[in-house]
């Protein structure tokens, strides 16, 4: 089956460090999205990036669809960034196995 | 834009007893309704994915004369999980898309405990 795959699983960070987050997967990506799952459960949608690089804010994010894989930049880390970080191939309804993030105060 | 509601948030129930939970898109039309699964400290499992209208299509391994879904209406779609057992204690969330492959965008979702 498709492997979705999230490095690291585990991370803490203290506020206003810088991280990237990445997610590599077996199959040719057509939809791909980027959640963050609050501490509460709501999955919130970062970004939709099949390809290409997009930014929002502290956030940017880059797929390289040829190589499978993607990437989740966080700049200036914020205790509000902690959580669980997904990716998902969006048109095969996959989620990767997470990234958890702490950022400390 | 694209806001989905779940409701309730929790539920607590004996086991033996069905549970309905609702899942609504507040401002667009969600062709597409989708139900996850989540375990503890897990990633999100799909179960069914429900086109209006229509009968949902169950991922392999769920069983779907025990958890019944219904997409009614462009805004509305349930999951009725029936005869409850402890072992259905998890969080279930929604997510409802203007079409099959489009970008998703989930509830809050529903924390379920049977006791």
């Known amino acids: 089956g498709i492997q979705v795959e999230q490095s690291p699983p585990d991370l803490i960070l203290q506020e206003g460090a810088n991280s990237t987050l990445r997610c590599n997967f077996s199959?040719?990506?057509?939809?791909l999205q980027w959640f963050h799952q609050n501490p509460w459960g709501q999955l919130i949608n970062l970004f939709y990036i099949p390809s290409g690089t997009k930014q929002n804010g502290r956030l940017s994010a880059t797929t390289v669809a040829t190589e499978r894989y993607s990437l989740l930049y966080i700049s200036s880390s914020q205790t509000t960034d902690s959580g669980v970080y997904f990716c998902?191939?969006?048109?095969?309804?996959?989620f990767g196995t997470g990234t958890r993030l702490k950022v400390l105060a | 834009g694209a806001v989905v509601s779940q409701h309730p948030s929790r539920v607590i129930c004996k086991s033996g007893t069905s549970v309905k939970i609702e899942c609504r898109s507040l401002d667009f039309q969600a062709t597409t309704m989708f139900w996850y699964r989540q375990f503890p400290k897990k990633s999100l499992m799909l179960m069914a994915t429900s086109n209006e209208g229509s009968k949902a299509t169950y991922e392999q391994g769920v069983e779907k004369d025990k958890f019944l879904i219904n997409h009614a209406s462009l805004t509305l779609s349930t999951l009725t999980v029936t005869s409850a057992h402890p072992e259905d204690s998890s969080f279930y969330i929604c997510s409802a898309a203007s079409g099959s492959f489009d970008e998703q965008y989930f509830g809050p979702g529903t924390r379920l405990t049977v006791t």
């Open positions: 199959d040719s990506v057509n939809n």
């Open positions: 998902s191939l969006t048109y095969k309804y996959i």
